[in-house]
């Protein structure tokens, strides 16, 4: 029974660092919950569904096509509001937008960059 029970927990260590290899959100990890074993986050990203998220634009920079948002939180990649860089799928989509707009926008993730597919000043 003890070997069992070491064995089960070597694997579950495993499995922890393999995710984190993966690539969980490197926002993710600021969250303060240090019982989130990861597992969740895996989760989120199979299921994720398309959904606007509301921000607020902190900096814009045209020529790398990126954008600084004060985003609320984010279901599909179990991250909480934080302000970070986003790569614009579309740099069209930045033209007429200004520091300190509110904006919506889709968020994802492309080979573990995150990217902002779609985004809409908000009136
Ligand atoms: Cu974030």
Redesign the pocket.
Known sequence: MKTNMKATTRFTLAVSSLLLALGA?A?AAEQEHSHDHGAQGAAADATAVDEFVNAEVRAIDSDKAKLM?K?EA?PK?N??????S?RVADPKQMEGLAVGDKVRFM?DRVNGQ?VITKIEKLQ
Do not use: K, R, V
């Open positions: 959100p926002c948002l985003h984010i990649f991250m909480n509001g934080m302000t970070m986003f968020p995150y």
